[in-house]
């Protein structure tokens, strides 16, 4: 693809779709999130701070998020072995988006409750 050209983010092969979807999915942007409230976490701490998120997928979210490099995982040669997440550099660099997304929710989270609350009527 050349960089000149647009790109159809309606397009199941485009790379901006691509990568949107990948850390936007339910749990994703939660997880990137919890990790800027502490530098380095652990999973169990993870846990804790999303309760309704199973052991499960977190683990599968943290597992995309490193993959694609928003978040670093650090493995210390511990009895039992100790694991610790954050943020990489590319991760740090989406928190001001997700603040700003967050006030927007902030911001409109009563409408969006009536709304909702006025369909189903």
């Not at 210390?76 to 072995?81: E, G, I, K, L, M």
Request: one cysteine or more; glycine letters at 4%; charged letters at 25%.
């Amino acid at each position: 693809m050349k960089r000149t050209s647009l790109v159809d983010a309606f397009d199941p092969k485009c790379p901006i779709r691509n990568i949107l979807a990948r850390f936007s999915e339910k749990w994703g942007l939660l997880v990137v999130y919890t990790l800027t409230l502490k530098p380095k976490t652990r999973f169990n701490e993870l846990k804790k701070e999303i309760p309704d998120i199973s052991a499960r997928m977190l683990s599968a979210t943290l597992n995309t998020l490193v993959t694609d490099g928003l978040v670093e995982r650090q493995s210390y040669n511990t009895v039992p072995p100790t694991v610790e997440y954050s943020l990489s550099s590319i991760g740090q660099t989406l928190v001001p988006y997700l603040e700003s997304l967050i006030g927007w929710a902030e911001e409109y989270s009563d409408q969006i409750m009536s709304h909702r609350l006025n369909a189903t009527k």
